[in-house]
């Protein structure tokens, strides 16, 4: 099975990224490029044939492609993203996304954001965070009820989206923070916590039946405890350095959308 992930170049502008829970300091533009290519040849070197669209120079945050839309195998959402310097962002990904699936779209006064849907199986967990409304849930459980997902709101304390707080890593395991949201929501899978030093730590990218290694994590290199945590319970984690694009408040799973080919 083919997979492909769309990616974007970053902004000249990311310094003026939005920032919600950190600070703002310098991001190192070159370093940031160097990290981001090294993101997009690990994707290659695992097989997924990455789609690199160009820079948005008005679009500061624009590299994040996660934020735009959500990939199922029946079709892919259009967001409508919460924060204002990123609404027009979902414009630059059409034409890409709609050689791969059918577009449907959360329309105003629904906003969401992709980092806050979290898909496992047909179950889809929406963080209510500052970006995303109990409008846009109600829109995308009417789209995706025909497809019989079940949308289930979860909410989050401070941090800027669900996956921050929690990702799906395979194996009906899921990574999560528990300072950022309440385990028990979910029970029904194992649970690996983050290391406590490494609160950003619960964003990992799964990456499922890659001909070369199977099920795959890529994750960041710096959280080295966390890292160690999932390799002691057997994932398959390639590490990459994603500490510059962190300032942005970036993190690996929203520099990528994963669009696998549906035979
Ligand atoms: C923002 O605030 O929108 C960007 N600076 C960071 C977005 C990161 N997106 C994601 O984790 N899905």
């Known amino acids: 099975m083919s997979i492909i992930g769309i990616t974007r170049k970053i902004s000249p502008s990311i310094n003026k990224c ?11 533009y070159n370093v940031a490029i ?38 199922f195998n029946e079709c892919a959402i259009i967001t409508r993203p919460g924060d204002i310097s990123r609404v027009d962002e979902t414009k630059h990904i059409l034409d890409e996304l709609s050689k791969h699936r059918k577009l449907l779209n959360i329309s105003d006064p629904g906003t969401l954001d992709g980092g806050d849907v979290m898909c496992i199986g047909k179950k889809i967990y929406v963080g209510m965070s500052n970006r995303s409304n109990t409008t846009a849930l109600q829109q ?13 709101g979860v909410s989050l304390r401070e941090c800027l989206h669900l996956k921050s ?32 030093t490494e609160p950003h730590a ?3 990218l799964l990456i499922k039946q890659t001909k070369k290694y199977g099920d795959i994590i890529i994750f960041p290199t ?3 405890k966390t890292l160690a ?11 990459v350095p994603i500490d510059e694009l962190a300032k ?16």
């Open 248 to 263: 942005a408040e970036g993190a690996v799973t929203c520099s990528s959308l994963i669009i696998r080919k549906v035979e």
């Open 140 to 152: 995308l459980s009417n789209l995706m009820n025909m497809y019989d997902y079940k949308v289930i």
């Open 165 to 196: 707080a929690v990702t799906y890593i395979g194996r009906n395991t899921v990574l999560l923070n528990p300072s950022w949201i309440n385990a028990s929501i979910f029970s029904d899978y194992n649970i690996i916590y983050i290391d406590p």
């Open 34 to 71: 160097n990290q981001h290519n090294i993101y997009e040849n690990a994707l290659r070197d695992i097989g997924v044939n990455v789609i690199s669209l160009p820079p948005l120079d008005d679009f500061p945050d624009s590299v994040f492609v996660e934020d735009c839309a959500i990939v």
């Open 222 to 224: 710096n959280y080295i």
């Open 229 to 239: 945590k999932l390799e002691n319970n057997g994932f398959n984690v390639i590490s």
């Open 18 to 28: 939005k920032l919600s829970h950190i600070k703002r300091v310098p991001i190192n």
């Open 202 to 204: 619960a964003n990992a």
